[in-house]
């Protein structure tokens, strides 16, 4: 009875295109990819159909589930301004080390007497501190303090680098320099806490806000 | 998988003579592979791809206490009571008792779905939608560029036949419902939303009217 003979085939696979796909894709990610900044407060934020991607020189405040108030500002030259203008108002010392540490932080939010503290503490400690966000009291609207100077000193930036567009030559909008200002709510945050910070704005007469979303599809 | 080596190369014995050992010319990728898709695995776990994006939001300036005139009369408005995940509304001025031949408001319910506000602002909003709709046309024909578009839009938006919208919200209503009702509005098409406080009478009605 003849046998079937079945070709002895090799068990190695030639994975060449495997690797070559799968490089491609590392490639594509890694210059793809924008990392999230490690921020101290965690924000889920509601979803909208608005398709306008958040401008470039911002004054972040985010509230959290809890109600807690945080502060953020994009621009490092204009954070360094505002902390000089703030320690001057509060009369708060910092060190030149504390004020680099400020400039280059990202969102935080603890009062002015517990600033120095704060700042000494290293990133991932910071997330794990319990603060009570910045007060926005009448009787002790620091809140406010921190949207005004920083919005003076974002002003301050914004006319730089405006004036420094122009001299590249470029035609630019001063209006696309001017500080904007976000708010960064959670979506299971009681309305009163954004309103409340909403209204600090408007005493400063900025009414014109700006709320974080989530993309979602418009309906047809 | 390891012995890719190995394969094919043929490595036959040839006694007696002594031969520097041909070496294959195939190289184990397997240790590269899986650093690759390590790398890949780490990236594609924690690029963010989109942006956030931003809804904008113009609330009225406050009032300067030394104004003495009066706000204008607004006439076809409605306004909008949220409180925690519903939706109450009435249209037209608030009266907390009878005056004159108009009743006492009574609140309307209605919820945050396709069926509720969408449908009941599609329709008191009629005017400004139909508009919308010949610009969309006129534009899609190229008969009106897209700035001519916009500027249009904005003009339709501010007419006298436009809806506008107040919102009040009580202490329970969360940032979702107050986000989920404005985004309605842009759907909407509204051009002229206010979030104001809401009155005490107005916060009563809601209160029995959510038990």
């Given at each position: 009875m003849p046998k079937i003979k079945i070709p002895k085939s090799s068990p190695s696979i030639?994975?060449?295109?495997?690797?070559?796909?799968?490089?491609?894709?590392v490639t594509f990610f890694m210059l793809s990819a924008s990392?999230?900044?490690?921020?101290?407060?965690?924000?889920?934020?509601?979803s909208s159909i608005s398709d306008k991607i958040i401008p470039e020189n911002v004054l972040l405040v985010s509230i959290d589930k809890g109600g807690r108030v945080f502060f953020n500002m994009?621009?490092?030259e204009a954070r360094r301004e505002l902390v000089t203008n703030m320690i001057g108002k509060?009369?708060?010392?910092?060190?030149?080390?504390?004020i680099d540490k400020f400039t280059y932080m990202t969102t935080f939010g603890c009062t002015m007497q517990e600033l120095p503290q704060y700042l000494d503490l290293d990133a991932e400690k910071r997330k794990s501190v319990n603060t009570k966000g910045i007060p926005l009291d009448s009787l002790n609207n620091q809140l406010q303090d921190w949207i005004y100077y920083g919005n003076i000193a974002a002003l301050n930036t914004g006319k730089t680098n405006y004036e420094e567009a122009k001299l590249?030559?470029?035609?630019?909008?001063?209006?696309?320099?001017?500080?904007?200002?976000?708010l960064r709510v959670d979506g299971k945050a009681v309305y009163v806490h954004a309103q409340n910070v909403i209204n600090v704005f408007r005493d400063l007469k900025l009414n014109n806000l700006n709320f974080v979303t989530s993309m979602e599809m418009a309906p047809l | 998988m390891a012995d890719m080596g190995e394969g094919g190369s043929g490595g036959g014995h040839d006694k007696g003579k002594k031969r520097a050992k041909k070496s294959s010319t195939r190289v184990d990728m397997t240790p590269m592979v899986d650093l690759a898709f390590l790398l890949l695995t780490f990236f594609v776990l924690t690029?963010?791809?989109s942006k956030p994006k931003v809804m904008s939001m113009v609330y009225p300036a406050k009032p300067d206490p030394l104004d003495l005139t009066k706000p204008p009369k607004i006439n076809n408005a409605i306004t909008f009571l949220v409180t925690e995940d519903k939706l109450f509304y009435y249209t037209g001025q608030y009266y907390s008792v009878p005056t004159g031949d108009k009743p006492a408001t009574v609140l309307e319910e209605t919820n945050f779905g396709p069926k509720g506000v969408r449908k009941l602002l599609a329709d008191l909003n009629k005017s400004v939608l139909r508009g919308k709709e010949g610009l969309d046309?006129?534009?899609?024909?190229?008969?009106?560029?897209d700035s001519t578009y916009l500027r249009k839009l904005i003009d339709l938006k501010k007419e006298k036949e436009a809806l506008k919208v107040l919102i009040k919200t009580d202490d329970k209503a969360t940032?979702?419902?107050?986000?989920d009702l404005v985004d309605e509005l842009k759907i909407a098409e509204i051009g002229v939303i206010a979030p104001v406080d809401i009155l005490a009478s107005e916060l009563e009605l809601l209160k029995s009217k959510i038990k």
């Open positions: 030639d994975m060449t295109p495997m690797v070559d796909l799968a490089f491609l894709l990392f999230r900044s490690s921020e101290p407060v965690e924000v889920d934020v509601p994009s621009d490092p509060y009369k708060i010392n910092l060190t030149q080390e504390q590249n030559g470029e035609a630019p909008e001063m209006n696309d320099f001017k500080p904007k200002f976000i | 690029s963010t791809f046309k006129q534009l899609e024909n190229k008969e009106i560029q940032c979702k419902n107050f986000i």
